[in-house]
């Protein structure tokens, strides 16, 4: 399936239900992503980690932007 890794439909889901978990849930759904693919192959699993990174990398800093910007909602 997804750049061969298996059970790509089932990570998928696994992962849309740990993004519903507050802050580290991303984090959590893309390091087991990470490792899945890491049976399939480590470019493959370095693509992921870099775009799990990321995610939780600005993650924290997304709200203090929002704000500064007048972004929230009322």
Aim: with cysteine.
């Amino acid at each position: 399936m997804g750049l061969g890794v298996p059970y790509a439909a089932a990570l998928g889901v696994f992962v849309a239900l740990m993004d519903m978990v507050p802050v580290v849930g991303s984090t959590i759904g893309g390091v087991v992503v990470s490792l899945v693919a890491l049976a399939v192959s480590f470019p493959v699993a370095a693509g992921i980690g870099i775009v799990t990174s990321y995610d939780s990398d600005t993650m924290p800093v997304f709200p203090q932007v929002r704000g500064l910007m007048g972004w929230c909602p009322r």
